[in-house]
């Protein structure tokens, strides 16, 4: 597997829940930190969270705080990301991503992307 692999999304109610996932190859899951992005109609590509790549160290951006969960299966050479209290604010595509480093600010340096899972939360 040369590539990285998202699926879980859909359309949701506010307030409802939907879970990510993203197969990556088994080089790329264990070589680099792994995360996801997204992107919003109108609105640039931004970090949503990342996990460090021993798997122990979660990063999230501001506003899914407390929302949002990541988490990853080594097994499967996959990480999830758990959508809860959803908003239409998270409408966007989102991306799995593989890198040096993934959500760490200004250094970030993504290697991989995939192409992206689309998530509609309708009021």
């Known amino acids: 597997q040369e590539h990285l692999a998202e699926s879980g999304g859909g359309s949701v109610q506010v307030g409802g829940s939907l879970r990510l996932s993203c197969v990556a190859s088994r080089d790329i899951f264990t070589e680099y930190m792994m995360g996801w992005f997204r992107q919003a109609p109108g609105k640039e590509r931004e970090f949503v969270a990342s996990?460090?790549?021993?798997?122990?160290?979660?990063f999230f951006e501001d506003s899914v705080k407390g929302r949002f969960f990541i988490s990853r299966d080594s097994a499967k050479s996959t990480i999830y990301l758990q959508m809860d209290k959803l908003t239409p604010e998270d409408t966007a595509v989102y991306y799995c991503?593989?890198?040096?480093?993934?959500?760490?600010?200004?250094?970030?340096?993504?290697?991989?992307w995939g192409q992206g899972t689309q998530v509609t939360v309708s009021s």
């Open positions: 991503a593989a890198g040096p480093a993934v959500g760490r600010g200004l250094a970030d340096i993504v290697t991989f």
């Open positions: 996990l460090s790549k021993t798997g122990n160290t979660p």
